[in-house]
């Protein structure tokens, strides 16, 4: 089994090892486990019929199959200061952040123990001991994480900001503003845009001029790059490159990745407006399949492959058993957490001054 | 509603059936109306709005945008200031933020700021309301947020058969119409909806005037003005509280701005007692409004008032917090009961 620094693959160069291939491999699979079975849980309760408002996991799910490798391929150059902002499509990139998964889970179930006590849901998560946040509206969880960068900047941290995105988010003006704002300041930041190809029913060609969302950099004068193919070493690839220049303060960089949308956009989408075709290759493009090929002509056998598989697996039943577990809110509980310090603010004494000039 | 009609209608609608037919209507009898959203062509609208108007009217006329509510939103104020009759749809309402100044400094002041030289005769089509775990992002009404702007009139339509002619009057308006439906109303399959906004309508067009509010029920006892979503559960609480032996009049705003403050005093003056209800948040919004109007007019006219709203805080995602914030028909029970004698 060959773990040298320098191999080929896949026809370019790659200096990554066959531990971190597992590595990355076994991060894809459990997002991807977590999203197959996550759709099971959420459509218990829900049919027959798919009435959204009933069964056990509460709202919309918009489910990542088929873009774990953006997510696994840049976070695995963060560490835990790193911070990462995520859209509403978010667990692949929650999990391969390091977002504690059971209490994730249990987020998403609504419980009391979730990461946001049942409050936000799964479009909103937030885990700051490893510096991961969502926003449901698109293209607003971009500036924010230039914010990290900014404050990585000012404390003259080499902490990252990395905002990731849908392809449908690059006409969004949250974006193409903080591009600028990044770029004009040199900011320790990095856009990672997920092209599935559609937004809802909208294929990219009939809402974005370009069909390369990396271009957007080039207006602002900034590196930008697109990885063509759904391979997570590839992204591994672009993105060392990206976080090093931001990290050695050398300024932002866009990265879109090519990823397929194995789902609907949300559970109980129809999905009429997409041919059968187009279903069948974006789940005949599986870059799980496309590592696990790599790692086998490393040597990597089917064995070792199974046995990550099982632990993914294991990790994820685990988590979904411990958040059916546990408690949901009180209903009284709705009302907690509006404030940080008490209505009044950080006082309840006025200032004791006499003004003078009151009386004329 | 129903009975101003001399003919009796026997053919219902759900009511995203009944606001598509108008806006057929209007597009087919004038070709400078047209609509933009995201999702309104192939997938017909992610609440229906559409359904099916991509077939009749095609890609130039149904037109899905980038997601760039600014430039969308702002490109209906500007086609609507050469004379066109857009319709611009936010797919929630919530997404308005991303939109505001076309919105509230564009849309709704350009026509008073140019003292009248130009007017925006376009109509923001918007999905509002929760009940189905959205959280705090996804399940606003902010219809006191879009009222409280002057310079656009505002509609909530809470039946098929209100929603139709409402469309129809929001579309031919010469001014900026925001028209707010409730997901809960619009009879989608995946969000069912409550017994009620399905009604007969009336195939040929009608228009709806704005200002004017609808007597749901009548009633001798107490006053309930709500609108949307919570007609329907204002409703189901009169019902329940006639076993009781109160007599609930309930009454649908279906415009905030303008407001009918006419039928709302006539009715206080009968009741004397007046319960506010709505899906907004409770402080600064329609449920003080509307107390407000009868008091300042005449505050001996009410004995007593409650009011029903949201509480100031977000929306919570999961069921039990999310149920105890959004009021049903047992709160609005609690707050008629809270104004007897
Ligand atoms: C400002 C705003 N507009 C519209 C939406 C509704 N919406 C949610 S997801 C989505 C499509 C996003 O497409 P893309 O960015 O490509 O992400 P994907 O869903 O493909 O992951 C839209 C329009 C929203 N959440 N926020
Ligand atoms: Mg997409």
Redesign the interface.
């Known amino acids: 089994m060959s773990d040298s620094n320098q191999q080929r693959l896949g026809g370019f160069m790659t200096s990554v090892s066959t531990t971190q291939m597992k590595s990355f491999y076994e991060d894809m699979v459990t997002a991807r486990v977590y999203e197959e079975r996550l759709q099971e849980e959420y459509m218990e309760g829900k049919t027959p019929g798919f009435d959204i408002s009933a069964g056990q996991i509460p709202g919309e799910l918009h489910l990542a199959a088929g873009q774990e490798a953006a997510a696994v391929g840049v976070c695995h150059h963060l560490r835990d200061e790193d911070t990462v902002t995520a859209p509403h499509r978010p667990h692949h990139i929650a999990i391969a952040k390091g977002v504690d998964l059971k209490r994730m889970t249990a987020e998403i179930f609504g419980r009391e123990t979730g990461l946001s006590s049942g409050k936000g849901g799964h479009m909103h998560l937030f885990d700051p001991d490893v510096n991961f946040a969502c926003s449901g509206i698109i293209a607003e969880g971009v500036p924010p994480a230039v914010g990290a960068g900014l404050t990585a900047q000012k404390r003259n941290e080499d902490s990252v900001g990395v905002a990731f995105l849908g392809e449908g988010a690059i006409s969004q003006g949250a974006f193409l503003e903080s591009l600028n704002f990044a770029s004009v300041h040199d900011m320790p930041v990095v856009f990672i845009i997920e092209d599935n190809d559609w937004a809802i029913s909208m294929p990219k060609e009939r809402v974005a001029d370009s069909q390369d969302g990396s271009r957007r950099a080039d207006g602002f004068d900034m590196p930008g790059i697109r990885v063509d193919q759904d391979d997570v070493l590839a992204v591994s690839e672009a993105a060392r490159e990206a976080v090093g220049r931001a990290r050695d303060g050398n300024g932002p960089t866009v990265i879109e990745v090519q990823v397929h949308r194995r789902m609907g956009h949300f559970m109980g989408d129809p999905e009429t407006y997409r041919s059968e075709a187009d279903q069948e290759a974006h789940r005949r493009r599986d870059s799980i399949e496309r590592l696990a090929a790599d790692l086998r002509s490393h040597g990597v056998d089917d064995e070792t492959l199974a046995e990550i598989r099982e632990r993914a697996e294991s990790r994820v039943e685990e988590a979904i058993e411990w958040a059916k577990d546990q408690p949901k809110p009180d209903p009284e509980d709705a009302y907690d957490d509006m404030w940080v310090n008490p209505p009044s603010g950080v006082t309840d004494t006025e200032p004791n001054f006499d003004l003078a000039g009151g009386d004329d | 509603m129903a009975q101003q009609q001399r003919q009796t209608v026997e053919r219902t609608r759900t009511m995203s059936d009944a606001m598509v037919e108008a806006i057929a209507t209007e597009m087919r009898e004038n070709e400078e109306v047209f609509y933009m959203g ?2 309104v ?3 017909g609208g ?1 609440f229906d709005s559409t359904e099916g108007l991509l077939e009749e009217f095609g890609r130039d006329r149904i037109m ?5 509510e ?2 969308y939103i702002g490109a209906a104020v500007g086609a609507a200031q050469e004379g066109m009759r857009p319709i611009a749809e936010l797919m929630f309402v ?2 308005f ?2 939109a505001m100044d076309q919105i509230y400094n564009q849309m709704a002041k350009n026509t008073y700021m140019s003292g009248g030289a130009v007017n925006v005769p376009m109509v923001l089509t918007a999905a509002v309301g929760g ?8 399940s606003q009404t902010l219809y006191g947020t879009f009222a409280h702007v002057p310079g656009m009139k505002v509609v909530v339509p809470s039946t098929a058969y209100d929603a139709k002619g409402l469309m129809h009057n929001a579309i031919r308006d010469d001014d900026p119409v925001a028209y707010m439906f409730h997901k809960r109303l619009m009879g989608i ?4 909806a409550p017994d009620g906004p399905k009604t007969a309508v009336p195939e040929t067009e009608y228009t709806i005037p704005f200002g004017s509010a609808d007597v749901k029920r009548e009633g001798d006892d107490v006053t309930v003005v709500t609108l949307g979503l919570h007609v329907h559960r204002a409703l189901d609480a009169a019902e329940r509280l006639a076993e009781e032996g109160i007599d609930v009049e309930v009454i649908d705003l279906r415009s905030l701005v303008p407001l009918d403050e006419e039928t709302i005093r006539e009715s206080v003056d009968k009741t004397g007692r007046l319960v506010a209800v709505d899906e907004d948040y409770q402080s600064f919004g329609v449920t003080g409004e509307v107390i407000t109007r009868v008091v300042e007019d005449d505050p001996g006219s009410v004995e007593a008032v409650e009011r029903v709203a949201i ?1 100031d ?2 929306i ?10 959004v009021p049903d028909s047992e709160d609005i029970q609690e707050a008629i009961r809270a104004t007897e004698p």
């Open positions: 995201e999702d062509a192939d997938y992610i899905d945008v980038p997601i760039s600014t430039s919530d997404f933020g991303v009940t189905y775990n959205d959280a705090a992002q996804h399959g995946w969000l069912p509480p805080i977000p919570p995602y999961a069921r039990p917090m999310e149920n105890e914030v």
